[in-house]
T-cell receptor, first 115, second 113 residues
Framework: DQQVKQNSPSLSVQEGRISILNCDYT??????FLWYKKYPAEGPTFLIS?????DKNEDGRFTVFLNKSAKHLSLHIVPSQPGDSAVYFC??????????????FGTGTRLTIIP | EPEVTQTPSHQVTQMGQEVILRCVPI?????FYWYRQILGQKVEFLVS????????KSEIFDDQFSVERPDGSNFTLKIRSTKLEDSAMYFC???????????FGQGTRLTVV
């Protein structure tokens, strides 16, 4: 049961250009969405999040867009830098589960920035 | 910057042996989690822990698994009798409260031989 889907397993982008990573979800109870970056043999590192009451959140080079009607979110990285090369996971949680903010992760997208 | 720390970074154990994975969550966080990632697969939820009890556990978290917060700082995951399929990266995470981000540790790579 894939409640969070990342349909692109990999993405290559030229340095300096925009990287767009996509994520779809099926569970309408999800109301908090996060993007994590992960290097091999390390834990996921939080990047940016968005609550369902917003449709956009920006933090420096990173912007997350949420389209609730389409159950879709995307992460934009601009400009892309070589250090951005990593696996990016989309994750979601439901605040209705107060006391259990478990995250449901997508399968990840491996982003490679080409110098 | 506060961080979640996990020990050991790598554990090799024989099938059938017990292992304990240790975590020190961020000190003022209230919610604690274990996740795992089998090589090449997605990060999967195992168990959540709040107010000194399990809030939810996944199907993976069967009777062979247990968690404990023995002293107010450590958070442990015990696997009583390891199986080959328990080989994975195990991540501990902690969360301050509702609507905040979870912070993950660096993980423990468990190899069952």
């Amino acid at each position: 049961d894939q409640q969070v889907k990342q349909n692109s397993p990999s993405l290559s982008v030229q340095e300096g250009r925009i990287s767009i990573l996509n994520c779809d979800y099926t569970n309408s109870m999800f109301d908090y969405f996060l993007w994590y970056k992960k290097y091999p043999a390390e834990g996921p590192t939080f990047l940016i999040s968005i609550s369902s009451i917003k449709d956009k959140n920006e933090d420096g080079r990173f912007t997350v867009f949420l389209n609730k009607s389409a159950k879709h979110l995307s992460l934009h990285i601009v400009p892309s830098q070589p250090g951005d090369s990593a696996v990016y996971f989309c994750a979601a949680s439901a605040s209705v589960n107060f006391g259990n903010e478990k995250l449901t992760f997508g399968t990840g997208t491996r982003l490679t920035i080409i110098p | 910057e506060p961080e979640v720390t996990q020990t050991p970074s790598h554990q090799v154990t024989q099938m059938g042996q017990e292992v304990i994975l240790r975590c020190v969550p961020i000190s003022n966080h209230l919610y604690f989690y274990w996740y795992r990632q089998i090589l090449g697969q997605k990060v999967e939820f195992l168990v959540s822990f709040y107010n000194n009890e399990i809030s939810e556990k996944s199907e993976i978290f069967d009777d062979q698994f247990s968690v404990e917060r023995p002293d107010g700082s450590n958070f442990t995951l015990k696997i009583r009798s390891t199986k080959l399929e328990d080989s994975a990266m195990y991540f501990c995470a902690s969360l301050l409260g509702t609507g905040t981000e979870a912070f993950f540790g660096q993980g423990t790579r468990l190899t069952v031989v």
